[in-house]
């Protein structure tokens, strides 16, 4: 069957230029065929390639819109929480306002009041608790003396601090109701006159009905008031008295009354305090602004 093969014409010249010819067609059309696989693969590489990048883009893009919705979040979270906590600055300033108020309005506001020929307190008022003055301050042992029941506690503290330091100090009157003012003002008028009005008040005008101011005295002077100025109590009064909420009411000087260095009226600390470092007198303040340290009356 192959002996063609053997044929001379077979492996001529012509049979050789037809097997190049043949050979030459099939590796033109293997390149050709490469060539339009490359040229697909180079198609299919450049689409990838464009599907990526439109694909980054959009990531990139919605990253973008992630970052600016986040920077909204939290600006408007920033912005509630601010608003949140001014409105809780609100409430508590409004808690505080209230308190305020309540503190205030539960402190008698008779208690700094200029009584002496200017205010007024009617037969009713007494002071809503009175406690006794520990008989070991009071002069003379067969009388109680009583103050106004949040009063007490600064006096007592004035009266041991001046005992730790050797200060002979006493008390020898305290709260007085208005019958007992009246009594005591009627028997001072029988006694002097109109000369009484110098050093005595009417009922009504006393701060002694307040249950906040004392009359002091030393139990080597006995009752006696005279001279009392020339104590070392009374100079340790002036020096201290205010560190416990007292005040000398009458100073030398005074439009009301002459001048009475035993008369001691509790303002609180915070004014006694503010009246002793600026060297002022209680009548001298406004009273608008003596009533603004109600407050901390009792502190």
């Known amino acids: 069957m192959l002996s063609y093969l053997k044929h ?51 990531i990139r893009i919605r990253e973008a819109r992630l970052a600016e919705e986040k920077e909204a979040v939290i600006r408007n979270l920033t912005s509630e929480q601010e608003r949140n906590n001014a409105i809780q600055n609100q409430i508590d300033g409004l808690k505080g306002s209230v308190a305020v108020i309540q503190k205030v309005n539960a402190t008698d506001k008779e208690l700094l009041q200029k009584y002496s020929k200017v205010y007024f307190l009617n037969e009713n008022y007494a002071p809503p608790q009175l406690t006794v003055i520990s008989p070991e301050f009071v002069w003379g042992i067969d009388k109680a003396l009583e103050t106004h029941a949040q009063v007490t506690p600064f006096l007592h503290a004035l009266l041991g601090a001046a005992r730790s330091q050797n200060i002979d100090l006493a008390v020898l009157s305290a709260y007085r109701s ?79 009354y002459v001048y009475e260095p035993w008369h001691w009226r509790f303002v609180g600390v915070e004014l006694a305090s503010k009246l002793h470092a600026e060297s002022r007198d209680f009548y001298d303040m406004d009273q608008r602004v003596l009533d603004t340290y109600r407050i901390s009356l009792f502190d």
């Open 8 to 58: 001379p014409f077979f492996w001529g010249p012509t049979a050789c230029s037809v097997a190049l010819l043949v050979l030459l067609g099939a590796t033109c059309w293997e390149y050709q065929e490469a060539t339009a696989d490359h040229q697909q693969t180079v198609t299919a590489f450049a689409s990838s390639t464009d599907t990526y990048r439109s694909f980054t883009y959009e």
């Open 178 to 256: 208005f019958n007992t003012q009246a009594s005591l003002k009627s028997a001072y008028t029988v006694r002097y006159g109109a000369g009484a009005n110098a050093f005595s008040a009417d009922q009504g005008y006393s701060e002694h009905q307040l249950g906040t101011t004392v009359d002091f005295t030393t139990r080597a002077g006995g009752s006696v008031l005279a001279g009392f100025d020339e104590t070392a109590a009374f100079t340790w009064l002036r020096e201290h008295a205010h560190l416990y909420g007292f005040v000398l009411s009458y100073p030398e000087g005074n439009n009301y």
